[in-house]
């Protein structure tokens, strides 16, 4: 038995579970997210808990049972606190600024790199080489954080570019060898 999918999910107060079949809609004070599973999961809202079943010992049903729990859990929190996710810009003369709704960065080349936010994702630009990522939605904000991070991956030499705040780039040493 999956060790995740069998744990029942707390519903805390304020947020709202409707399962219409394997349709799931939480709603909470962050916004509303809906999400459609596989049919084979049994999701059942029991009390102030979700509770994830699975209808026999298959491979697939298996694999199923951890992951749809783990997507349900994740709308739950995503409505409650929300996700976030940290850039941190290196370089000489790479910055970043908020002007409206957009995100404009410097990151050496001849043009600016303009990246809108939407509805369901927030920037915040709290210093010049630091962005915040704000959104409900886990996958969205792990998607939008890497597209800003593709605008200027780290490179290893240096390590100028945009990085994940606990991201570690390996360092390598350059052709001279600066040992000589």
């Known amino acids: 038995m999956s060790r995740i999918g069998r744990k029942p999910i707390n519903i805390p107060a ?7 079949g394997n349709c799931v809609t939480v709603k909470g004070p962050k916004g509303t997210l809906s ?7 049994n999701i ?10 699975r209808p026999n010992d298959e491979k697939e049903n298996r694999a199923l049972h951890g992951l749809t729990r783990t997507l349900i859990h994740n709308m739950v929190v995503g409505v409650t606190e929300g996700f976030k996710k940290e850039l941190e810009v290196n370089g000489v003369g790479y910055r970043v600024q908020k002007q409206g709704t957009n ?19 927030k920037i915040e630009v709290p210093a010049p080489n630091k962005i915040i990522i704000h959104g409900a939605d886990k996958q969205k904000v792990g998607q939008f954080a890497a597209e800003v991070r593709e605008k200027r991956p780290p490179e290893p030499y240096k390590g100028k570019g ?8 390996r360092r390598k040493e350059g052709k001279t060898g600066k040992g000589k």
């Open 35 to 41: 999400q459609t599973f596989q049919p084979s999961m």
């Open 103 to 121: 995100l404009v960065m410097n990151l050496g080349y001849s043009h600016q790199v303009i990246v809108s936010e939407t509805d369901e994702i």
């Open 14 to 20: 304020g947020v709202e579970v409707k399962v219409d």
């Open 44 to 53: 059942a809202v029991e009390g102030a808990e979700i509770v994830v079943t």
């Open 162 to 169: 945009i990085k994940y705040v606990d991201e570690v780039i």
